[in-house]
């Protein structure tokens, strides 16, 4: 059993930064995968990035093509814990963000996770 919880998030003005925080507990997540997601109002959850262990001291990491150059995923082991760090937002990222953890044979699907933060409102405004 895998619990996450999550931190960060908030409003921030269009252009701004925010860091969101996914801690665990009950299991070392050194190799687990580990994705964000992210649902909007009236929208269906949509995978943002991902990072799953590729070898010693190694990692792979995918973001949505709509993040990619902006959002950077990350993780401290010593922590056991994964960072979304969020740079020059757009009122489009407006959503609640959610971690995921499991084992997923296709990370980018919501439904191949099976462990849930509780989720965290990003809010992009002026």
């Known amino acids: 059993q895998v619990t996450l919880v999550m931190s960060g998030g908030g409003l921030v003005q269009p252009g701004g930064s925010l860091r969101v925080s996914c801690a665990a507990s009950?299991?070392?997540?050194?190799?687990?995968?580990m994705g964000w997601f992210r649902q909007a109002p009236g929208k269906e959850r949509e995978f943002v990035a991902r990072?799953?262990?590729?070898?010693?001291?190694?990692?792979?990491?995918e973001y949505a093509d709509s993040v990619k150059g902006r959002f950077t995923i990350s993780r401290d082991n010593a922590r056991n814990t994964v960072y979304l760090q969020m740079n020059s937002l757009k009122p489009e990222d407006t959503a609640v963000y959610y971690c995921?953890?499991?084992?997923?044979?296709?990370?980018?699907?919501?439904?191949?996770?099976?462990?849930w933060g509780q989720g965290t409102q990003v809010t992009v405004s002026s």
């Open positions: 990072i799953t262990w590729s070898g010693p001291a190694a990692y792979y990491t």
């Open positions: 995921a953890t499991g084992s997923p044979r296709q990370p980018t699907i919501p439904s191949e996770y099976t462990y």
């Open positions: 009950g299991r070392t997540i050194t190799s687990s995968p």
